[in-house]
């Protein structure tokens, strides 16, 4: 029996994971909302609001739709998840994202340390602080080496994390976090935390709360210039695999983190169907967590959707039928290279409403392009809509022949003021 999916988002993530649920053989009806200009091409766009719930309802049950797939943190972190839970009618409902408890990992960074603590999950140092305990906080800066860690513990759209060297920028902007809102409601509650040094790779793990499977890790890149100088963006471009994330790694991060985390799930009692996110710092050998996300990340879903075998609806299903332990997971070998471009003035002033004219690609070749920031015009003309406009991404035998032909799909690519990295990939090939 096919399966008609609604995809709730409409970022070059979303896009990835419609572009790879149009692939299955399960696959009825597709809508993605709201979508982009991309999305166009293997979905049915739909103007849902994602913060109505009651619309998003009226139209799963007009469309019959049976498969509800949560792209961004906001709508778990509101309770999406327990509102259809609440139905008795939306029981058969696959959701793919966890109940509002679960996606607190992600709502609350206060929250997820406690968590690694409680469950032994390996993490930097960590003590939280409120407005009224500022003068505990700047104390505790003053006890710790630099650089100095400051994370807003609410969604700061990515925009929450200061990593600051000097102690006095550190304990003003403790006090512009708790005391005049830098980042709203969100930083109300600041976590700081001890620095790690080494090298990040995320790893991503789709659970039913019992079993579950480990996803294809990928590497991206958060600065806005090449050798990671400026200022941090949503995702500048992702790799999969990591040649630094050997098996003897893998087994660690599973033993040490992954196993821990779903156990710990289920001894605090927290149901959890759905995609985790564990971003990790690897010292020395070491895995250690920095954070959790309850979804997949952008743009690594980009590079890891191009990897993975495996019918995604089937695989959907079966975390939501409880069945995953009975799956394999599938991965082809070759590597995966996304270049994201971004508009003018991206990250703090991106430029919109320039014209972009694509190139045709074969439909079966190993080369893609994933919107994100784009839509049409009244003329049907694409244009950018956003920072983050779209990523080309490719398949190679290496990292060096993915990226020829990623970077060779986005040099056709037209846009007035276009940027992008020119390195994404190169640390690793060293």
Wanted: glycine share 10%; net charge negative; proline share 5%.
């Amino acid at each position: 029996m096919k399966q008609n999916v609604l995809v709730l988002g409409g970022g070059g993530r979303e896009s990835a994971l419609a572009w790879k649920l149009a692939q299955s053989e399960r696959i009825g009806a597709l809508y993605v909302a709201p979508g982009n200009a991309g999305t166009q091409a293997y979905a049915e766009n739909v103007n849902l609001p994602l913060q109505n719930f009651a619309a998003i309802k009226d139209f799963i049950i007009e469309h019959e739709v049976g498969m509800l797939v949560v792209g961004p943190e906001q709508p778990l972190v509101d309770g999406i998840r327990d509102y259809f839970a609440a139905d008795a009618g939306f029981r058969d409902l696959c959701i793919v994202g966890p109940g509002r408890q679960g996606a607190t990992l992600e709502g609350s960074k206060d929250f997820a340390k406690d968590f690694m603590q409680r469950h032994h999950i390996p993490t930097a140092a960590y003590r939280s602080f409120t407005e009224a305990t500022l003068a505990d906080g700047k104390a505790f800066l003053a006890g710790l080496k630099p650089p100095y860690v400051l994370k807003a513990d609410g969604l700061a759209s990515g925009k929450g994390v200061l990593i600051l060297n000097d102690l006095k920028e550190a304990e003003a902007a403790l006090e512009e976090m708790l005391c005049h809102a830098k980042f709203g409601k969100a930083s109300a509650k600041v976590v700081i935390e001890e620095y790690l040094s080494g090298i990040e790779v995320s790893v991503f793990v789709l659970t039913d709360g019992q079993d579950y499977v480990i996803l294809p890790e990928a590497k991206d890149y958060k600065r806005i210039g090449d050798g990671d100088q400026g200022p941090n963006t949503g995702g500048m471009g992702s790799v999969s695999p990591v040649p630094f994330f050997t098996d003897a790694l893998r087994e660690k991060v599973e033993r040490r983190i992954v196993r821990p985390t779903i156990d710990g799930l289920r001894r605090d009692a927290i149901p959890y169907t759905g995609f985790i996110f564990l971003g990790l710092m690897v010292c020395e050998g070491e895995p250690y967590v920095i954070e959790y996300n309850v979804r997949m990340g952008d743009p690594e879903t980009q590079s890891v959707m191009m990897r993975i075998d495996n019918d995604l609806v089937e695989l959907l299903e079966a975390a939501c039928t409880h069945r995953l332990g009975d799956v394999k997971m599938q991965t082809n070998p070759l590597t995966a290279v996304q270049v994201v471009m971004a508009a003018p003035g991206y990250p703090d002033r991106p430029q919109t409403g320039a014209a972009i004219r694509l190139p045709d690609l074969p439909a079966q070749g190993d080369g893609v392009i994933f919107h994100a920031g784009t839509k049409r015009d009244m003329q049907g003309t694409v244009v950018s809509a956003g920072g983050r406009i779209l990523s080309a991404g490719a398949l190679g035998t290496d990292i060096e022949a993915a990226r020829r032909k990623a970077y060779a799909i986005l040099d056709r690519i037209e846009m007035d003021g276009k940027y992008s990295r020119k390195d994404i990939g190169l640390d690793l090939c060293k």
